[in-house]
């Protein structure tokens, strides 16, 4: 089973968790992703693939604790084993022939965006990063993006740290300054992906957006990650994660991302009541043998 060998909290809702996957590590390219379980009554959720290290056979996953998995996951530490990780999964980011590329990351998706931005700037691309977050302390991986791009900007929505507003509209003044880029990808919530998209349109920019939908294999049996691309269906976790973002129908991918919505919520708070009468039975414990 995959042991946990790193664990970091980067913000108060993000965690970077490094897990010994060799054979993984091995085949892992920018743009794939992974099937996580932690334990035998968790279900599979898909992880894009941060970073990865074949020679030390390590992958490196970044999660948001929202719903229950996410949890199970945070409560394990660094020396404990997953149950069981699977892939990489999905087609790797196509980045061929590219001379100039903007990257853009809007919150969690940052994680996603890193790796491929990290890939091209080690070809000698010209790359330039676009990384948005609500406010500043949510802000994470600036030195990790510093490193691996030719110019770093950073976007809140409140103006706490570098520039007040959304990464499309910066977007749009870079490309209105005139900068040239041979291809954009935005990784990040679905309204994001969806505004920059509309903010390349008019300069006809190919557009790459990586879709993270309800999956429940990662192998095109479920069909729960289907969606509409170019008029056409299209199973997110074989034939991406990757998708023209021109082509998408963001409409009906919102819709479908919340169906269960009313079910993760119900099961999130029986989960964390029973971890709070799990505490208060220890509690009323350790006071009955004082």
Same mark, same amino acid.
């Given at each position: $089973?995959?042991?946990?060998?790193?664990?970091?909290? /980067?913000?108060?809702?993000?965690?970077?968790?490094?897990?010994?996957?060799?054979?993984?590590?091995?085949?892992?390219?920018?743009?794939?992703?992974?099937?996580?379980?932690?334990?035998?009554?968790?279900?599979?959720?898909? /992880?894009?693939?941060?970073?990865?290290?074949?020679?030390?056979?390590?992958?490196?996953? $970044?999660?948001?604790?929202?719903?229950?998995?996410?949890?199970?996951?945070?409560? $394990?530490?660094?020396?404990?084993?997953?149950?069981?990780?699977?892939?990489?999964?999905?087609?790797?980011?196509?980045?061929?022939? %590219?001379?100039?590329?903007?990257?853009?990351?809007?919150?969690?998706?940052?994680?996603?965006?890193?790796?491929?931005?990290?890939? /091209?700037?080690?070809?000698?691309?010209?790359?330039?990063?676009?990384?948005?977050?609500?406010?500043?302390?949510?802000?994470?991986?600036?030195?990790?993006?510093?490193? *691996?791009?030719?110019?770093?900007?950073?976007?809140?929505?409140?103006?706490?740290?570098?520039?007040?507003?959304? %990464?499309?509209?910066? +977007?749009?003044? +870079?490309?209105?300054?005139? *900068?040239?880029?041979?291809?954009?990808?935005?990784?990040?919530?679905?309204?994001? $992906?969806?505004?920059?998209?509309?903010?390349?349109?008019?300069?006809?920019?190919?557009?790459?957006?990586?879709?993270?939908?309800?999956?429940?294999?990662?192998?095109?049996?479920?069909?729960?990650?289907?969606?509409?691309?170019?008029?056409?269906?299209? @199973?997110?976790? %074989?034939?991406?994660?990757? @998708?023209?973002?021109?082509?998408?129908?963001?409409?009906?991918?919102?819709?479908?991302?919340?169906?269960?919505?009313?079910?993760?919520?119900?099961?999130?708070?029986?989960?964390?009541? *029973?971890?709070?009468?799990?505490?208060?039975? /220890?509690?009323?414990?350790?006071?009955?043998?004082?």
């Amino acid at each position: $089973m995959p042991r946990i060998t790193t664990k970091r909290r /980067l913000n108060h809702i993000v965690t970077l968790m490094e897990l010994n996957c060799p054979a993984i590590a091995r085949k892992a390219k920018p743009g794939q992703f992974v099937m996580v379980r932690p334990d035998q009554f968790g279900e599979r959720i898909p /992880l894009t693939i941060a970073d990865y290290d074949a020679v030390r056979g390590t992958i490196t996953i $970044m999660y948001q604790r929202l719903g229950v998995t996410t949890n199970k996951l945070d409560a $394990m530490n660094v020396g404990d084993s997953v149950l069981d990780v699977a892939g990489p999964l999905g087609h790797p980011t196509q980045t061929e022939g %590219v001379k100039r590329a903007v990257v853009i990351g809007g919150g969690v998706g940052c994680a996603i965006a890193y790796p491929q931005a990290k890939a /091209l700037h080690a070809a000698g691309v010209h790359v330039d990063v676009i990384i948005g977050f609500r406010s500043k302390e949510l802000v994470f991986m600036e030195d990790s993006f510093r490193r *691996n791009c030719t110019n770093l900007y950073i976007t809140t929505d409140d103006g706490s740290y570098g520039e007040r507003g959304f %990464v499309n509209k910066k +977007l749009e003044q +870079l490309l209105e300054a005139g *900068n040239q880029y041979d291809v954009a990808i935005a990784i990040g919530p679905i309204p994001m $992906m969806r505004a920059v998209s509309q903010s390349t349109l008019p300069y006809k920019l190919k557009t790459i957006v990586s879709l993270n939908p309800i999956m429940v294999d990662g192998t095109g049996m479920c069909g729960c990650c289907r969606c509409t691309v170019g008029g056409q269906l299209k @199973f997110a976790c %074989v034939d991406g994660p990757d @998708f023209d973002g021109h082509q998408v129908d963001f409409d009906e991918l919102i819709i479908r991302t919340g169906v269960y919505r009313t079910q993760e919520n119900a099961a999130h708070q029986r989960h964390q009541c *029973n971890l709070q009468r799990m505490a208060d039975e /220890l509690k009323a414990k350790e006071r009955g043998g004082e």
